[in-house]
Nanobody
Framework: QVQLVESGGGGVLAGDSLRLTCRAS????????IAWFRQVPGKEREFVAS????????YYADSVKDRFIISRDNAENRVFLQMNSLKSEDTGVYYC???????????????????WGQGTQVTVSS
């Protein structure tokens, strides 16, 4: 089973960019689609973006489309989230997750994911 660790969060100003990294361990990384979610206190975890096992197909929430880019490097067991033109509403803890059905990249419901990293905080100040 794959294990996930996020990094790259921090505090930035509105309009800035950040690049998050999800590092995976385990021999089965390429068997998994991977998604990024975010969460703020008192709210449900929210889908941000997902990527297929090969990296050829990506999906985005409408709120981040055209600003965020998800990609993966299967040779290095990593998934990235490039976040551009950040807004204050992008603030939250960002998690990468692997789905219960490993090959499914289209799930946007957090209950469809059973492997999570510890999260990385992103704070965008206006």
């Amino acid at each position: 089973q794959v294990q996930l660790v996020e990094s790259g969060g921090g505090g930035v100003l509105a309009g800035d960019s950040l690049r998050l990294t999800c590092r995976a361990s385990g021999p089965t990384f390429t068997s998994y689609a991977i998604a990024w979610f975010r969460q703020v206190p008192g709210k449900e975890r929210e889908f941000v973006a997902s990527i297929s096992r090969s990296g050829s197909t990506t999906y985005y929430a409408d709120s981040v489309k055209d600003r965020f880019i998800i990609s993966r490097d299967n040779a290095e067991n990593r998934v990235f989230l490039q976040m551009n033109s950040l807004k204050s509403e992008d603030t939250g803890v960002y998690y990468c997750g692997a789905p219960v059905m490993p090959g499914i990249a289209t799930e946007r419901d957090p209950s469809a994911y059973n492997i999570w990293g510890q999260g990385t905080q992103v704070t965008v100040s206006s």
